[in-house]
Each structure stands twice: as C-alpha cells, then as structure tokens.
C-alpha cells in the first residue's frame, strides 16, 4: 500500500573462507651410498666421504669397493706406464676409470715398440751371423809344424764357431732384456688399476642405486598418494562445513526477511479492508435506499457477476493458481479499482 516503506535489510553475514589442509609430497629415502656426495660427478660429490660410506657397508654391497686411500685401505692402486714415474691413486670414480684404460693401452703400446727392437735385434744378429759365416767360409785351413811336428789349423770353422757364439751371446741379451720388460709390464699391469674390472664395479653400484631409487621412488609415489586423498576428504569435510553454514546463514536471513516483511503485508490486507468496507456498505444503503427496476436490477447482476469474476477461477485454475505470479500489491490495486468501479456504477 502507499505510503508503507520496505524495511531495510539486515545486514548479510559473511563467513571467513575455511583454511583448508595443506599437502605435502613424501620425498623418496636414498641409501647412504647412492646420495650425492658420495656419486662421481655430482656438485657435492666428496672422496673422503665416498671412502667413509665405502667402509660402513657390508663386502656384499655393489658399493663397497668405491672408496679408498693411497695409504692401502679400501681400492687403491700404483698408476704405472712403464716409464719409472709411479704414483699411488685411490677410489673408483668416472674419470679415474679412464685413466686406468689409458694406462693399460700405453702399456700395450710401450710393449709393441719393445718388442718391435727385440725382433729388429734379433734379425740384425742372424743377418751379421751369415755374413761372418760367408767369410769364415772363405778362410783357409793353416798347417804349422814347430819342433818337426806339423799341425793344422782349421781357422774356417774357429772363424764360424767364433762367430756363433757371438750371436748366441748376442741374442741371450736380447731375450733377457724383453724377458725384463715383460716381467716389467707384467708387474705393472698387476699393481695399477684394472679399468675392466672398476668399470663394472662402479656399473654394480650405480645398478643397485638404481634398484633402490625405483623402489624408493614407489614407495614415496603410493604415499604421496594416500596423503593426497586423505588431504582432499578432509578439505571436503571442511568445505562441506564451511558451505553448510552459509546456506544456513542465508536461510536464517531469508527467514529474518520474511519475518520483518510480514507486518508489511498485513498492514496493506488491513488498508484494504478499511477502504472496501465501507464502501461496501454505502452500496448496500444505495440498492435497500432507491429499489430499480428490472433492466437496471439486470446491469447491476452483470456488474456483481462481473465483479465476482476477480475472485473466481479461470478456466478451471484455482484463484491462488490464477494470481500466483502477481504480487500482494498490485492484487490489492486491482481489488480496489473494481470495487471502485462497481461502486460508481451504483451510484448512478
């Protein structure tokens, strides 16, 4: 009705947003022997490190040999070329495994050039052999006779004798000193490292971290997993929580509106009444003050009917069915004009 004013809102409640849980990833477990200060190549990689963890594991760890000191513990060796320049090295590293291949193949090829001047030795004492032989061939037989007794010199065959025994002796020294050098080489191929071997060790160890990166790494993944999901419930929990209060905020809102408008709607059914009663009964004094006649009773049935048209149904509609989309204002606005317009008509 007019002159009514809509009571203002409350004011809305607002909720702090839930802090939900936070989620954390599980991050794998490494083994002492598989962290990176103590694998070849890593930033923090550290050899007395290496030696140290080398030492605490069980002779059947693939990592047990890496570390060691030039002082005889652990893996160590003598780094030998054949050259008189040893020196003492420690721990299986990348590099160090390179070095130990280097060193195996200038040994070979140390040993290729000796043995190459053994055989050119050899040759150029049988080729020096034929030629003393050829000559001593040559040599004539000398016959003496002192005191009247004669005796003959066979200077050819002692020339050639001469000659062999040269070569002999000449060719013992040649295989005494590559016998040397072998033995030599021999040595130095035991003492110094065995680039196959620390290759494969070192192939053992990083296998085995491997394995246990895997392992770990599965392990981590399947944990990462349930802490997710058990996270996520429990967000869920706290948001279903969170959203439950709100609906029930707007509820207890919608409910405090509808309590405030209340008042409102009764006082506009209450004006309602005030203006249609009387007017009501001013029309009634009209028709019992002043009897018509029939045509006139008859326009005043149509105008009733007419008029009783608002509150009946609408093809077969209940009137609540009829008027569900029309606010209580503009209901009573229509009410009031026909009632107007009825009561104008009787008027007359």
């Not at 022997?33 to 030696?51: H, L, N, Y």
């Not at 035991?190 to 770990?216: E, Q, T, W």
């Not at 009501?280 to 018509?292: D, L, R, W, Y």
Request: glycine share 8%.
């Amino acid at each position: 009705a007019k002159g009514v004013k809509k009571p203002a809102p409350a004011g809305k409640l607002e909720r702090e947003p839930p802090k939900l849980v936070e989620f954390g990833s599980t991050k794998p477990e490494v083994l002492p022997e598989c962290k990176d200060d103590v694998t070849p190549g890593s930033d923090s990689f550290s050899a007395t490190k290496q030696f140290e963890v080398s030492m605490s594991l069980d002779e059947d760890n693939p990592c047990a040999p890496m570390g060691g000191k030039t002082s005889g513990e652990g893996t160590w060796w003598i780094q030998d070329t054949l050259n008189g320049n040893k020196e003492k090295d420690a721990g299986i590293t990348y590099s160090k495994i390179g070095s130990c291949w280097q060193r195996d193949f200038d040994r070979d090829l140390q040993m290729e050039k000796w043995g190459r001047t053994h055989t050119i030795v050899d040759g150029v004492l049988n080729r020096v052999h034929g030629v003393v032989e050829s000559i001593c061939s040559f040599i004539p037989d000398v016959d003496t006779a002192p005191m009247g007794l004669g005796i003959q010199w066979q200077t050819g065959k002692i020339c050639s004798m001469v000659a062999s025994l040269a070569r002999d002796i000449g060719t013992a020294t040649n295989d005494g000193v590559m016998a040397e050098r072998e033995w030599k080489n021999a040595n130095a191929g035991y003492n110094d490292c065995p680039g196959d071997a620390l290759g494969m060790a070192r192939i053992f160890c990083d296998l085995h971290c491997i394995r246990d990166a895997v392992k770990s790494g599965d392990t981590a993944i399947l944990e990462s997993l349930e802490n997710a999901v058990d996270v996520m419930g429990q967000n869920m929990e706290i948001l279903g929580e969170h959203y439950s209060g709100v609906v029930t905020d707007e509820v207890k809102e919608v409910k405090s509106l509808a309590e405030e408008l209340q008042p409102t709607a009764m006082q506009q059914i209450g004006s309602l009444k005030g203006q249609l009663i009387p007017m009501f009964q001013e029309m009634h004094g009209f028709i019992v003050n002043n009897p018509v006649d029939d045509s006139t009773a008859q326009g005043v049935r149509r105008a009733l009917d007419s008029y009783s048209e608002t509150f009946a149904s609408e093809h077969g509609k209940p009137k609540h069915e009829r008027f569900a989309n029309v606010s209580l204002s503009q209901h009573v606005a229509h009410v009031t004009r026909r009632t107007e317009v009825l009561h104008a008509m009787l008027r007359q």
